[in-house]
């Protein structure tokens, strides 16, 4: 049995929904599965960051760095790889966020968000096999 299997759906479906740039989406599937485990910081986190980049993709410059302050929090306690993930590059990619994003902007245009180079924050690809 591979180990992608033991994977919940909804954690499966939560990186399906990331990878098709549905954030929203994304978001709210692992929420479901977070409100069951409440005190899993790890899917918190995740959920911070698909809200991360369902603002940068608004423009919503404030309310991605107040995110990305919070999900390094919730993220910084996990190893290198936590089930599945490489958080040693979300934590990366969460300190190019708060280095790179104006703190004085609250609002920017979709296309200076993007033009700041962040990209999409890395996580992987995981399915049912």
């Avoid at 599945?84 to 920017?108: F, H, K, N, Y």
């Avoid at 245009?109 to 890395?122: K, T, Y």
């Amino acid at each position: 049995m591979s180990r992608e299997q033991a994977y919940h759906p909804l954690y499966i479906q939560f990186f399906h929904h990331y990878h098709q740039q549905e954030y929203w989406e994304a978001h709210e599937v692992l929420e479901e599965l977070w409100q069951t485990e409440r005190d899993n910081d790890f899917y918190h986190g995740l959920i911070q960051i698909a809200a991360i980049m369902h603002q940068l993709k608004r423009g919503k410059v404030r309310g991605a760095r107040k995110l990305a302050s919070s999900a390094h929090r919730y993220l910084s306690p996990y190893g290198s790889d936590q089930d599945g993930v490489d958080v040693a590059d979300i934590l990366l990619w969460l300190s190019t966020c708060l280095r790179m994003l104006p703190e004085e902007i609250g609002q920017m245009e979709p296309e200076q968000v993007e033009a700041i180079g962040l990209g999409v924050c890395p996580l992987p690809y995981l399915h049912q096999v």
